[in-house]
């Protein structure tokens, strides 16, 4: 699959959706817009109720990220879990080599 530079260097698009009984606005870029789609549709849920989920798992860390940056997150993880990926812990913060 090949995503062409326009379409994946495109800047944050917001969307108001509902979520825990309230509108709320949320910034993604449309790539992940399309990936957060997607996985709802994988999933049978609409996609309201997906970012919910995601919403629950963020607010349950010691220190959540913003609901955006937790998406992000989250889909890069089922992307990962998806192509069978690595089980290995990630770097902590701060623990990628420099170049």
Same mark, same amino acid.
């Given at each position: 699959m090949s995503i062409a530079p326009d379409d994946l260097f495109h800047g944050p698009v917001k969307r108001s %959706? !509902? %979520? @825990? =009984?309230?509108m709320t606005s949320i910034s993604l870029e449309p790539l992940f817009w399309g990936l957060l789609k997607s /996985? @709802? *549709? /994988? &999933?049978g849920l609409p996609l309201n109720a997906l970012v919910a989920r995601i919403d629950v798992e963020r607010i349950a860390v *010691? !220190?959540?990220p913003n609901l955006a940056s937790a998406i992000r997150l989250?889909?890069?993880r089922d992307v990962? *879990? /998806? &192509? =069978? =990926? /690595?089980?290995?812990p990630l770097p902590q913060a =701060?623990?990628?080599a420099e170049a």
């Open positions: %959706i !509902q %979520i @825990a =009984g309230h /996985a @709802a *549709e /994988a &999933r *010691e !220190q959540p989250w889909l890069v990962i *879990e /998806a &192509r =069978g =990926g /690595a089980a290995s =701060g623990g990628v």
